[in-house]
């Protein structure tokens, strides 16, 4: 895949992006007033300044949080044609991640990889393979933890995830091995390498 190509110089979405926000399922619920409070507050910001990103960073994490997915999705956008960096890219690969546009987080990811530290651009790929699993999707996630493998070879959290998948999949003596290999890279006294990301976290 190529990073921050053309698409971006060009303030034009790549092609998994496009169309991206229909794609997006939304779940039913109500928003808690003090979330709608402060959408309402980024939206008239934003209306009054556009081009402050931070706002629009903002405010595609507060729609994000309110399930209002399509509406986040093109407020991240549009944060991302304000000045691309890693973490808008995360924040749109979250929104679409959560909106089960799963293919499509997977790319804004990669993006985010490109330039952000490895244990954040590691522990999206570590959500996004959790997802994968739980939607049945068990060779995709493997894919994308092998893609947090490869920016963070020691976080015992990819192998401990490859062993549940592997499980799931039925190669149990892999799963052993992955399950070992996480006890290997665990710190003093069991604690967590210090460079090791925690995953499957809400942000």
Not at 48 to 76: I, K
């Amino acid at each position: 895949m190529t990073l921050l190509c053309a698409h971006c110089a060009s303030n034009r979405p790549p092609p998994t992006h496009q169309g991206a926000a229909s794609e997006i399922r939304t779940p039913a619920g109500e928003v808690e007033e003090p979330l709608a409070e402060e959408i309402e507050a980024l939206e008239a910001l934003t209306a009054q300044e556009g081009n402050q990103p931070e706002a629009w960073q903002r405010l595609g994490t507060a729609l994000r949080r309110a399930n209002r997915l399509p509406e986040a999705a093109r407020a991240s956008w549009h944060r991302i044609e304000l000045g691309v960096d890693w973490q808008s890219w995360t924040n749109l690969g979250n929104v679409l991640l959560q909106g089960s546009a799963r293919a499509a987080a997977a790319e804004a990811f990669e993006h985010a990889a490109a330039t952000g530290p490895a244990d954040e651009a590691a522990k999206n790929f570590l959500n996004l393979g959790y997802q994968q699993s739980i939607f049945g999707e068990d060779r995709e996630a493997l894919r994308a933890i092998e893609r947090a493998e490869r920016l963070t070879p020691r976080n015992p959290t990819v192998f401990y995830d490859r062993a549940s998948v592997l499980r799931v999949l039925g190669q149990m003596r892999d799963a052993k091995n992955a399950a070992e290999t996480a006890q290997r890279c665990t710190g003093p006294k069991g604690g967590p390498h210090e460079n090791v990301p925690p995953a499957h976290q809400e942000r």
